[in-house]
């Protein structure tokens, strides 16, 4: 392969990608919007391939679109929600507001990227070899277990407290002590 | 690195020869369950078409695609179809990463038996298991039929909780060989060191929860024919209909090799390197003992379709979580220790 | 891998995650007496600040920054003295809840643990000398606290609380990813091999004048503010802290805010990002003017404290702006002292909180109901009044010194104008703390409540913990060189 060949499929890519997040965010049927997430992580998971990361690729796969967005949509079909009918509602200063803001906001920070661009001059020496290391189970796996040990039994505290929470705030019978009990 | 040609065209081979023994292959299942389910309720089953009924699977496909295509009313027409294709191509994709056999020399040329080896090939297959969801879950909320989605949630409720136990299972595998590469896996299993008898709970819980993927009985809630009519596919007919019923046992026929290739030593033959026959000979062996196994546990998952009742969702839900999942963690905890022994010993 | 070295520096963290996960199941096998797992628990705490003690005192290498674990975490003086003082926040909020949740129906056993689990966040975040650790401890101690939000899982505000919290907080991890990204980029591409450390980050002082890295900083800021409460994200804190569990709200307004304070000023001192000196100042200008002049037509006590503790964190910024060696020492004592008076505040509220009939809500929160105080409950009246007094910076109370460091910064770094309106702001806030006094000392109740007696049966821990605030207050008020004496500080102020 050469390196035109993954250009071009980048761009094709990144332009469903863009698209369906686009797509995402206006359609008013959540079951299509959320249908939209789904094929915008996809092409997210191609564009992992693309930078040799296959590991973390075929992760996306798995996590998002295989037990996030089942559940989403699993969610979505139980709701039975209707098709947002609020959206287009009339103009107000507030919406005037944040729009103005957020506009501000992407303005800042791609004038500051524009120019800055200049400044940058990569070494894509040694990134290259890197990625393509980082793209291997065994790598990740060697460094997450060695190295990384601490932030991963952190990170594993973290997935603990969130099931607890999701038992504790959803749990149909969940009632205290009472105080003669005790 | 320049295109290479030759290259892409043994892939394109390959993958056709795949497909068109895939399809054949879901064909005659369907006629062998038909059969075979005759044999098990004391009928003869389908014997008109051809000798010993032999056609009839053709008939079925041509009659099926004579019927008209009936979309309800208050459908989403695009996710209606669009359900049957996702359930199919994830089904026909699972088996790019089987290997048939070990490499085979032809015209000179070394091939190896299998589509694409990639370094993730255990990880692909459970991606593309937990990817059959959807297709199941977005016929049943499409068809806008109180049957179809309940048969929609089950489905995808039951899925997620068989995955669990499935991955889990599936690592103590990885532990053992130390990749995620199904050829390494299979040449691994050289001799008797069949994965079956190094992970039997593994190997136990893998099956159930392939039962349960693949919405088999005794886990076929999902189109329960007594509650729910037909469940997600209640609402389809004619060529999408045939689609749904060509995932099912597509999904059945991959399970086998996945199974196969995983548990049961894939194209090994044990101690066949012994008997120093020609390497021609050999792949040819190879590839007849990979589709004899496979074919054993084809016939495996129709017999316990029809000698086992069905389950009742609350105990299929308490089996996935209750049983299942710590019998699988519990492997893997066990698998691990071991490892860890042999390894520093 | 693990050198002995690095054991002794993780004394804390070890305990305090296996004592945490013993907790758990405690709780799972005692069902019915949560005595044992509210014992256990304030157990575990107490370890965990002895054995940062124990580091502290048998360790005089720790006056230099100490790298462990590949230079993922660092221990200083500084992160023991922030451990110790969000440890010490938990350890109050345990000793003070028990009558609490059992008033509120809510005595669950998880209470106690996930509090457990989010210091576990805090200490991750205190050592963290990597942004991605610093990250993964801030979400375990923010998960921790949307789930700890709400579990009044009746109370409508309890749940709006949680929601509001929960999804702002997503937004907010959304912004702190792609800025540590953005700069893990922009380090990668300059050829650095671990461009999240803050060492790595500390030897290649221009990076901050890279675009990329600027905008991710200033992403990551954004994160550190939400956390913290600073204008313009400062708008979640009035709703999360008026609808969680009392004992929740000062539990998340002090210790939440030193572990998030605490990381965020190191990191600003490390990178010195001295470009973005006037940003901070009108950030803590607009910060302590939102705060304090809102809170002065605040009726309701929680709010008003939630509020209060905006302004606080706005004069926080003002000491931070200063980044000069005076910083670190005056952060420290200003948390110190706020820990005390905003937490044993948040007590005092929850000890005269009650229900409505239908159980649907809060009551006795409004400060309509702290008329004539003073007659009913004396004890505690005096308590609250040496509180606020402290919250407003009446000498020689903690909050005053609390306050004078942190302006002696600002003023050192030559920021008199910032230290001037920090100063006139604190004098706003004397009025609002000043009225509840009013309220308790010098009016009467027009409806009948009766008189308080026994305060001391069944509550003996909940007094003990107000004794240890009003106790912290006093002390640190009379002699405030103690703090740096006892943890060895390099700075003594004056």
């Known amino acids: 392969m050469d390196l035109s060949l993954i250009s071009i499929l980048f761009v094709i890519l990144a332009v469903i990608s863009i698209f369906s997040a686009l797509m995402l965010i206006t359609r008013k049927n959540p079951v299509t919007s959320a249908l939209y997430l789904i094929l915008n992580f996809f092409t997210v998971s191609g564009i992992y391939l693309l930078l040799k990361a296959q590991f973390i690729a075929i992760i996306q796969v798995m996590v998002y679109m295989g037990a996030i967005m089942v559940l989403f949509l699993f969610v979505i079909m139980l709701l039975n929600l209707r098709d947002e009918k609020n959206l287009t509602e009339s103009f107000s200063f507030k919406k005037l507001t944040s729009v103005l803001l957020s506009i501000t906001f992407f303005v800042l920070i791609g004038t500051t990227f524009y120019f800055g661009f200049s400044n940058i001059n990569p070494s894509r020496q040694g990134v290259e070899e890197k990625t393509v290391e980082i793209g291997k189970a065994t790598f990740l796996g060697e460094k997450l277990f060695t190295e990384f040990a601490m932030p991963v039994l952190i990170a594993g505290i973290l997935l603990l407290v969130a099931i607890i929470g999701a038992v504790v705030l959803a749990k149909k019978k969940f009632d205290p002590v009472s105080p003669d009990k005790e | ?345 | 891998m693990l050198s002995s070295q690095d054991v002794k520096y993780l004394y804390p963290f070890i305990l305090l995650i296996v004592l945490s996960v013993v907790t758990l199941f405690l709780d799972l096998f005692t069902k019915q007496n949560k005595k044992i797992v509210s014992g256990f628990s304030m157990l575990t705490i107490a370890a965990v600040i002895a054995s940062l003690f124990y580091i502290l005192i048998n360790d005089p290498e720790i006056a230099r920054t100490q790298e462990i674990l590949h230079s993922y975490l660092r221990i200083n003086r500084y992160t023991i003295a922030f451990s110790v003082l969000s440890m010490l926040g938990i350890f109050i909020t345990f000793l003070a809840s028990k009558n609490y949740l059992k008033k509120q129906d809510i005595n669950f056993g998880e209470f106690y643990y996930i509090i457990l689990f989010s210091a576990a966040g805090m200490l991750t975040m205190l050592y963290a000398n990597d942004l991605l650790v610093i990250f993964i401890g801030l979400e375990l101690m923010s998960v921790s606290f949307y789930i700890l939000a709400g579990l009044m899982r009746r109370r409508l505000k309890s749940n709006e609380s949680a929601l509001k919290y929960f999804l702002l907080g997503a937004f907010i991890t959304g912004f702190i990813l792609l800025g540590i990204s953005l700069m893990y980029g922009t380090g990668l591409t300059k050829g650095i091999e671990n461009p999240l450390n803050l060492t790595a980050i500390k030897s290649n002082p221009n990076f901050l004048f890279n675009p990329y890295f600027l905008v991710g900083f200033a992403l990551f800021l954004i994160g550190f503010f939400f956390k913290i409460g600073l204008f313009p994200f400062q708008m979640w804190i009035p709703d999360v802290y008026d609808g969680a569990p009392t004992v929740v709200s000062g539990m998340m307004s002090t210790s939440g805010k030193i572990a998030a304070a605490g990381t965020l000023a190191p990191i600003i001192i490390i990178m010195h990002p001295s470009d973005l000196t006037l940003m901070f100042s009108v950030i803590a200008v607009l910060t302590m003017v939102i705060g304090n002049v809102v809170a002065l037509v605040q009726n309701n006590l929680k709010r008003l404290l939630a509020y209060s503790s905006i302004a606080s964190a706005g004069y926080l910024l003002v000491g931070i702006t200063s980044m000069n060696i005076h910083t670190l020492d005056a952060v420290t004592f200003y948390l110190l002292a706020y820990t005390f008076m905003q937490l044993g505040s948040f007590l005092i509220v929850s000890h005269f909180e009650g229900k409505t009939a239908d159980g649907k809500d809060f009551s006795n929160i409004d400060i309509g109901y702290y008329k004539g105080l003073a007659k009913r409950s004396p004890v505690f009246t005096v308590i609250f009044t040496i509180y606020l007094f402290s919250l407003a910076g009446i000498p020689p109370l903690a909050g005053f010194w609390g306050k004078y460091y942190l302006f002696y910064a600002a003023i050192k770094a030559n920021l008199i104008w910032l230290s001037v309106v920090a100063i006139l702001m604190s004098v706003v806030s004397v009025y609002y703390y000043l009225r509840i006094i009013v309220y308790m000392w010098f009016m009467d109740s027009k409806t009948e409540i009766p008189e308080e007696k026994n305060y001391l049966k069944g509550n003996m821990l909940f007094f003990a913990a107000n004794v240890v605030c009003v106790l912290g207050t006093l002390v640190f008020g009379f002699y405030p060189q103690l703090l740096f004496e006892m943890f060895k500080l390099i700075q003594k102020i004056i």
């Open chain 2, 1 to 345: 690195m320049t295109v290479n040609w030759i290259e892409i065209l043994i892939t394109v081979i390959k993958i056709l020869l795949v497909q068109i023994i895939l399809l054949t292959g879901v064909a005659y299942t369907v006629y062998t369950e038909r059969r075979v389910s005759a044999f098990i309720q004391n009928r003869i089953g389908p014997n008109r078409v051809g000798p010993a009924g032999l056609l009839q699977p053709i008939v079925d496909v041509v009659k099926l695609l004579m019927k008209e295509d009936i979309v309800p009313n208050q459908a989403n027409r695009f996710i209606h179809s669009l359900a049957p294709a996702i359930s199919v191509g994830v089904a026909l994709c699972t088996v790019a990463v089987i290997p048939f056999g070990d490499k085979i020399i032809l015209f000179g040329r070394e091939i190896k038996l299998q589509i694409a080896s990639v370094n993730i090939g255990v990880l692909y297959i459970l991606a593309l298991v937990s990817l059959g969801v959807y297709g199941i879950t977005l016929s049943g909320w499409s068809s806008n039929s109180k049957y179809s989605l309940l048969g929609g949630l089950r489905a995808s409720a039951q899925m997620i909780s068989y995955e669990l136990s499935m991955g889990l299972s599936l690592l103590g595998i990885v532990l053992i060989n130390g990749t995620f590469e199904l050829d390494t896996i299979v040449l691994n299993q050289y001799g008797w060191k069949w994965n079956i008898i190094l992970q039997p709970i593994g190997f136990i819980t893998f099956l159930v929860a392939a039962f349960a993927e693949t919405n088999r009985t005794p886990f076929d809630l999902p189109e329960a024919e007594q509650e729910l009519v037909g469940g997600y596919h209640t609402e389809y007919s004619s060529m999408k209909f045939a689609l749904f019923f060509l995932a099912e046992y597509a999904n059945v026929i991959v399970s086998a090799c996945i199974i196969t290739t995983l548990y049961l030593g894939g194209w090994q033959f044990p101690y066949l390197q012994t008997f120093g026959i020609s390497p021609m000979i050999m792949s040819i062996l190879q590839i007849l003992t990979f589709l004899i196994k496979a074919i054993f546990v084809v016939l495996f998952f129709i017999w316990i379709r029809w000698t086992i009742p069905r389950f009742r969702y609350d105990q299929l839900m308490s089996l996935g979580w209750k049983i299942m999942l710590p019998a699988s963690l519990l492997n893997l905890v066990v698998t691990s220790i071991i490892v860890l022994l042999l390894k520093y010993n």
